[in-house]
């Protein structure tokens, strides 16, 4: 029996943590929620900034929230090109050593000294979902995606938590190029 599970593309967007939130926006603003993402708790905001790098600004970047503890921005190896920055691939919340940027608010600038990131390829697992499909926390397995621009994406992190809905997240560039829009499933060939 294959093991399927919905893909969905992430497109460049930044968390903020609350000291940023407030010199962007000003002392004590909470984020407005535009929509629920399909991660429990997670939203995407009214809220943008600009982020301006060595070579260009991408004006616009829509904040996710709920605030976290440090800020990341979350980007495409295009993006990463368009600003002047060298691509760092990474796991969420692993930022030490990448990338800075600085941010331009309504009411404030930050210059962050790291925190720019290109996602690396994931799975949410609910812990049900891992037992179902035989992995673990932190795994790391293969997805096949069938159809025209078939392929392998290989090196997929599996995070498994209990707050998690069962989907597997990819940059907008790497849905592109597979061929795929949110929604579609694909099969864990571990």
Request: charged letters at 30%.
């Amino acid at each position: 029996m294959k093991k399927q599970l919905p893909i969905a593309l992430s497109n460049r967007h930044i968390h903020l943590s609350q000291e940023h939130l407030d010199i962007l926006f000003g002392e004590g603003y909470e984020l407005t929620k535009l929509r629920d993402l399909s991660q429990p708790g997670q939203y995407a905001c009214e809220e943008k900034v600009d982020v301006v790098g060595p070579k260009n600004t991408i004006k616009g970047v829509r904040i996710l929230g709920p605030v976290r503890s440090s800020t990341q921005f979350e980007l495409s190896v295009a993006d990463a090109f368009t600003l002047g920055v060298k691509p760092v691939i990474r796991n969420s919340g692993d930022i030490k050593g990448t990338p800075g940027a600085k941010l331009v608010g309504p009411k404030g600038e930050v210059e962050l000294e790291e925190g720019l990131i290109v996602a690396a390829r994931h799975i949410h697992m609910h812990t049900k979902d891992a037992e179902e499909f035989g992995v673990k926390d932190k795994d790391i397995v293969s997805i096949k995606v069938d159809g025209d621009r078939g392929l392998i994406f290989n090196n997929v992190l599996v995070r498994v938590s209990d707050s998690f809905q069962l989907e597997m997240h990819v940059d907008i560039e790497e849905g592109n190029a597979a061929g795929v829009k949110n929604g579609d499933l694909v099969e864990l060939i571990k």
